[in-house]
């Protein structure tokens, strides 16, 4: 069972600052964030082969396929999984390309990425992150596996631990502690 | 003419059973017609907008296996929108009405509604094996109706289509008295499965020869499954991620000890790949192995694996075997007969990792490769040449080079002489895909070479209509064809439009043709229907004739211009 330490990481993301002295780092970070986006993007090939890649029907690959194959090597797929997160307390919304992501441990540093400052700053608690999925559940993120995971993720929400009370993630975070020690 | 009595040549067209044969039969005269279309139990339809459900019925009462293809081949490429047609309902409707006793029907890229399903479970009796290929449309409740109400089902065999799945009760729906499968193919369902119930279908399914599972259907169930069904000779397996040191594990290992029949192996949708020493005992008898959709197998794991494959005939894989894996199916696989490269980035970024070296290696190490399917990331004329010189009797040719123009990296000349090597020396040639920069000349050897060939299809090539002509002209038995991004126009369309009536159907997208190029063609051949897909709807704003067409369909008829085509497609 792989040990993905799954939603534990994020519950157990503190908001104390990092240590000081970086406040001018974090502030250029979450600009640069954009911009690192952004340059990422352009850096995924030569200007040539991208726009071969939106040529429509090539390489002639048959829908089915398409859609069904994950996993390439070097994780440098197309987005087709671009999801909306929120955050309880944050002003405005982000979106995350799930499929840029190996796996809940990759996700949970995204959303570090993405939320950083405003996890922060944030009063001292803790978040959970859950999901909405194909059937309009909100369910806990780390359960399924990360293909399974994918597929059936709609949103995302980082939601206060404080807000979960009393719907069983605190039980949830004692059964990873259990596998965990296995 | 007679000699005989009826039921003498009845008895003789029995052994005739290739479509083509048939068909033939039936030109000779009137009473062999007659005979031929009264005692023909199986047909094929390779357009169902070539003739009509009422004609079909008609003309073959005893019918009781029908073929039908829907959507232009290009349409697995998202060159053809959703709801251009090929919609089966109207057949399965007609059919019912009649007093056919269908058993069988094959779909291929058709529009499959529930409620087809659902008329088509209910309304015979004998029905036997329904086979769906590249469709879409249908949900799992259709396959619950296919299951609940068809008593003597053989076979359901669902390859890649687009199914919306409800999840699962489907399987239940099989009642405890369907004890006839004989082939049950869901590997591309996406949900969940009830597993007990698939448990107690195979059970009580002693004739259960083909069983392919979808990615919900964990190891412990594969190896109950196999522990029942010991029988198989074709296995998909679903979801192949375990602990090699886990119980079922070893339960594994003993269940497929015991699947001594087994010839045909796919799926691994899901694979721990540092389990696969359970299954080792199988590979030493596999004829077809399909791992395309498997790409957590690659490097060592899957070279070891290979070597254990020496009587293969048909093996599909993902690029992310190299060069040098074929090179170790080159060294293994004597037997190999179809290749079939898929890229492991189906986007294309450019990171594939076959080239022509592998290509060339299993040329030289299994002679007896008839059928390729090969994407690349690069193609050499001096490879081509090679490849030809080692296997004269490709049938089928498919090489996709992912970067479509690229030229020899060599040389950097264009693959007209690579690809005029294999048509020259691969008499039986039918189909063939070109890739990579290609002049006119290419088509010149084509035309000049490639006597059989049957299908052809063109992308990102050629430099004039000279291309087109060489094609036309020369091959006599060319029936379908279907071109994208090249510089054909009028001048090529229009020269022979006698031609297409010879053919089943011509696609020409992102080509010169212009909308009164086509609308002659139309004009001329009244047997054809001439379809502009226009999906941007310029033409209904826009009716100049010298307007370039985005997308054309044309294909012969005997049944006029279809009914049922939505508003963006004008007919001619």
Known sequence: MAKEGLGLEITELRLGLPGGGTEKNEKKRVFSEISEEEENEKSNGPPELQSKSQVVGWPPVCSYRKKNSFGDKDG????????????????????????????????????????????????????????????????????????????????LRIMKKADAKGFGVLQSRVALNGTLKE | ???????????????????????????????????????????????????????????????KSLTLKGKP????????????????????????????GLEELRLKRMVVSDESLELLSKS???????????????????????????????????????????RG???????????????LNFACLRGEVNLGALERLVSRSPNLKSLRLNRAVPLDTLQKLLMRAPQLVDLGIGSYVHDPFSEVYNKLKIAIQRCKSIRSLSGFLEVAPHCMSAIYPIFGNLTFLNLSYAPGLHGNKLMKLIQHCRKLQRLWILDCIGDKGLGVVALTCKELQELRVFPSDPFGAGNAAVTEEGLVLVSAGCPKLNSLLYFCQQMTNAALITVAKNCPNFIRFRLCILDPIKPDPVTNQP??????????????LKRLSLSGLLTDQVFLYIGMYAEQLEMLSIAFAADSDKGMLYVLNGCKKLR??????????????LEDVGKYETMRSLWMSSCEVTLGGCKSVAEKMPSLNVEIIDECEQMEFNLDDKQKVDKMYLYRTLVGHRKDAPEYVLIL
């Open chain 2, 73 to 100: 081949h290009f349409a697995d490429f998202n060159l053809v929108p959703h709801d251009w047609g090929g919609f089966v309902y109207p057949w399965i409707k007609a059919l019912a009405k009649s007093r056919i």
């Open chain 1, 76 to 155: 440098s797929k197309t987005s087709k999984f671009y999801v909306k997160v929120s955050m309880d307390g944050a002003p405005f919304l982000r979106k995350i390309n799930l499929a840029l992501h190996k796996g809940y441990s990759d996700l949970v540093k995204a959303l570090e990425k993405l939320f950083g400052e405003a996890l922060r700053d944030a009063e001292s608690c803790e978040f959970v992150p859950i999901y909405e999925d194909k059937d309009g559940d909100w369910m806990l993120a780390g359960d399924v596996p990360w293909e399974m995971f994918i597929e059936s993720c709609k949103r």
């Open chain 2, 480 to 493: 379908k064809l279907e071109i994208r991004d090249c510089p054909f126009g009028d001048a090529a369309l």
């Open chain 2, 124 to 166: 015979f009796v004998n029905f036997k094996s329904l086979v769906l290929v590249s469709c879409e449309g249908f949900t799992t409740d259709g396959l619950a109706a296919i299951a609940a109400n068809c008593r003597f089902l053989r076979e359901l065999d669902l390859q890649e289509n687009e199914v919306d799945d409800h």
């Open chain 2, 169 to 183: 009760h489907w399987l239940s729906c099989f009642p405890e008295s369907c004890t006839s499968l004989i082939s």
């Open chain 2, 1 to 63: 003419m007679n000699y005989f009595p009826d039921e003498v040549l009845e008895h003789v067209f029995d052994f005739i059973t290739s479509h083509k044969d048939r068909n033939s039969v039936s030109l000779v005269c009137k009473s062999w017609y007659k005979i031929e279309r009264c005692s023909r139990q199986r047909v094929f339809i390779g357009n169902c907008y070539s003739i009509s459900p009422e004609r079909l019925i008609a003309r073959f009462p005893g019918l």
């Open chain 2, 415 to 428: 693959l007209d002489e690579g690809f005029g090597a294999i048509v020259q020396s691969c008499k039986g």
